[in-house]
């Protein structure tokens, strides 16, 4: 009796976190490398581009060792020159995976400090995810 009411339970709160959770094509409620928190209107699976199948499979690891930064609003996505955060690259051309796999509406991106974010993109930090929790 005490199983099943358990599962029961799992089952309950699977189903009501499920609606903002990323869904793949597949169902499964999760990026690639492991993450399972949506960000803002960037889509998973991400556009195919340039022989890339995903453009945004690498978001989110679980790890949360890179591309850990969920940037929602984002004004600025033409800048390509980071000028503000030494420890990531100073050119970083997003415009064009930003705009093909999220919606104008709330330009989202995954980044990988939240200077990027901030700074080159002129964005919102929505949230930064740690191991585990991304």
Not at 40 to 59: I, K, M
Not at 80 to 98: C, F, Y
Request: charged share 15%.
């Amino acid at each position: 009796m005490a199983r099943l009411f358990f599962a029961c339970l799992a089952a309950s709160c699977l189903a009501s976190s499920a609606q903002s959770l990323p869904l793949f094509s597949s169902g499964v409620s999760a990026w690639p490398r492991g993450g399972v928190r949506s960000c803002g209107t960037l889509q998973t699976p991400g556009a195919s581009f340039g022989g890339r199948r995903d453009e945004t499979d690498h978001c989110f690891p679980a790890d949360a060792a890179d591309h850990y930064v969920c940037c929602v609003d984002i004004q600025n996505a033409a800048n390509s020159k980071n000028a503000k955060d030494s420890t990531v690259a100073r050119h970083n051309p997003l415009e064009g995976p930003i705009r093909r796999n999220s919606d104008a509406s709330s330009y989202s991106w995954c980044v990988c400090s939240v200077s990027i974010c901030v700074n080159q993109l002129n964005g919102t930090v929505a949230w930064v995810g740690t191991p585990g929790n991304t």
